[in-house]
C-alpha cells in the first residue's frame, strides 16, 4: 500500500491494519451483521458468541455493554449455557484472538448472544 492509497485520515506511518484486529469498529458493526446472517439460516436456533483471549480464555458473551476506544464491557455466562449467572468482564482489545459464531439447537441452549441489550 502506497501512501496515495491510504485513506485521508491515515499518514504513511500509521497503517490502516495497525491496532487490534478486533476493536469497537468490528464489536459494532461487523460483529452484529455476522450473528445476523448466521442466525437467518436457522431462525428457531440459539446464537452463541465465544470470545476467545490471547491468556486462552473462552469468553461465552451473552450481549456487550459498553464500547470504548481501546476496551469493552461484556456480560458473558458463568458456565457455557448456565443462563442464571453471568459476570461482567472488562477486555482490553489486544487480547482478543478470535471471535467464534454458531448455532446450537434452542432445547439445549435456550439464551445465547443477543445484540441488542434488552432493558428490563
Known amino acids: 500500500m502506497t501512501p496515495d492509497s491510504l485513506p485521508p485520515e491515515t499518514s504513511a506511518t500509521e497503517s490502516p491494519l495497525s491496532g487490534p ?7 459494532t458493526t461487523v460483529l452484529a451483521e455476522r450473528v445476523s446472517a448466521v442466525c437467518a439460516t436457522d431462525p428457531g436456533a440459539t446464537s452463541v458468541v465465544l470470545v476467545h483471549l490471547a491468556d486462552g480464555t473462552v469468553l461465552d458473551v451473552c450481549h456487550i455493554e ?12 458463568r ?7 453471568m459476570d461482567l468482564v472488562l477486555v482490553p482489545y489486544a487480547l482478543v484472538t478470535r471471535v467464534t459464531i454458531s448455532l446450537r439447537p434452542a432445547a439445549q441452549r435456550p439464551i445465547g448472544f443477543r445484540a441488542v441489550r434488552r432493558e428490563t
Open 21 to 27: 484486529p478486533f476493536d469497537a469498529e468490528f464489536f
Open 66 to 77: 459498553q464500547l470504548l476506544p481501546r476496551w469493552m464491557a461484556a456480560m458473558v455466562f
Open 79 to 85: 458456565e457455557t449455557g448456565d443462563d442464571d449467572e
